[in-house]
């Protein structure tokens, strides 16, 4: 009995200081010793001693201690962990309320660059960009009307594009394939698309960067064709006798040339945007002067230098010509576009842009030997 009582008098104490320690200086280890340790064993020799009928005043004076300390260094455990969960709360919030107010103000900042960017590319294109939203205002529920009406005739739903969405779908397909061509996309022509976007939806922020990604994925090898709103309009023109295609194809030849602006002068380049030329030129009736040589105005033309051959009108405007020309500078311009045309010019991986300058090629040889079989008759 002698050794217990040497146990519950020294060695259990040095437990409890251990504790007691361990909860002052948060040490896990020495916080678990009074509760996982040192009370289960002083309860069993507690029992022990009942059990024998010999019950010491001092081991009881010892136990009372430690039962006492026991609840002291509980008390003292939870208490304390109590604060450190208080402060640990208090510094969660703390850290979120930071990180909203961080978010919030990149968000701000984000914004308000996106703002200042759009700003400056709309008054760096503000002519096109005025064109599109013109275009837009006055002709885009002729645009969704005719949506409707070609849905119903194939037996869709009535479910259709907003007349801002299907300009952006022509304007991002006109820019993705001048941007193939060009072998990327140029920061001018994505400022270009930055603004008139801007403009058309101004609930979407974006910035140049993400015009960028936009045009590149845009629409992969599609072929180029005439813009959907255009071919639209010119559906709604012949049931109604307006003549809205004719200034919507004028506003996408005006993105052509502008684009083209920003791009290298490639071959490539001159091909695609003169192949978009001749796809709006039915729709134009007829170019203004910034537009390609070869879309030339018919009122321009001089029919009877080209004779009574209605085949030489249409060859001539071919060749870029306006019929009051002479031998060698008939054949001069041959000798130009079957150079800028000539396949050979582009990579063998390049096979649509090959395909296309070869049907181009084809009607340059065309007009030209054409002519000179009028010429040589009359001669």
């Known amino acids: 009995m002698e050794l217990w009582c040497f146990i519950g008098r020294f060695f259990y104490p040095l437990c409890l200081a251990a504790g007691i320690a361990g909860a002052i200086h948060h040490d896990p280890f020495f916080r678990l010793i009074p509760l996982f340790f040192a009370a289960p064993v002083y309860t069993w020799l507690g029992l022990l001693i009942v059990a024998n009928g010999d019950v010491s005043m001092k081991f009881l004076f010892a136990g009372y201690m430690w039962v006492g300390a026991k609840v002291v260094v509980w008390w003292w455990l939870y208490a304390t962990g109590k604060k450190d969960d208080e402060a640990r709360k208090k510094d969660e919030e703390a850290q979120k309320v930071a990180e909203e107010e961080s978010s919030r103000k990149a968000e701000e900042a984000v914004k308000r660059e996106s703002e200042e960017e759009r700003s400056s590319t709309e008054r760096e294109n503000k002519e096109i960009v005025n064109e599109f939203v013109a275009l837009v205002s006055s002709a885009g529920a002729q645009a969704q009307d005719m949506m409707r009406a070609a849905r119903a005739l194939e037996g869709g739903g009535l479910e ?81 006798g307006t003549t809205l295609a004719t200034k919507a194809a004028a506003t996408y030849c005006s993105l052509v040339q502008t684009a083209r602006s920003h791009c290298d002068n490639s071959v490539a380049v001159k091909l695609v945007t003169n192949r978009y030329d001749e796809l709006l030129k039915p729709y134009t009736g007829h170019a203004s002067g910034r537009h390609s040589a070869h879309f030339s105005s018919d009122r321009d033309f001089n029919s009877s230098a080209a004779g009574n051959c209605l085949k030489c009108v249409k060859y001539y405007l071919v060749l870029g010509l306006n019929g009051k020309t002479s031998g060698a500078e008939l054949k001069q311009a041959y000798k130009d576009l079957a150079k800028v045309w000539h396949p050979d010019r582009f990579s063998e991986k390049d096979v649509r842009l090959r395909r296309m300058a070869g049907e181009r090629l084809t009607e340059i040889n065309e007009a030209y030997g054409h002519i000179s079989k009028c010429e040589s008759s009359r001669l």
Request: hydrophobic share 40%; net charge negative; proline share 4%.
């Open 160 to 240: 259709v594009m907003a007349p801002e969405k299907l300009a952006i779908a022509g304007i991002l397909q006109v820019l993705h394939s001048i941007s193939e061509a060009n072998g990327g996309v140029s920061s001018g022509i994505a400022r270009l698309y930055h603004g008139i976007r801007g403009r058309l939806e101004p609930a979407v922020q974006l910035r140049v960067t993400d015009c960028i990604r936009l045009i590149e994925t845009g629409y992969g090898d599609s072929e180029l064709c005439v813009p959907g709103m255009v071919s639209l309009l010119a559906a709604y023109d012949q049931t109604q």
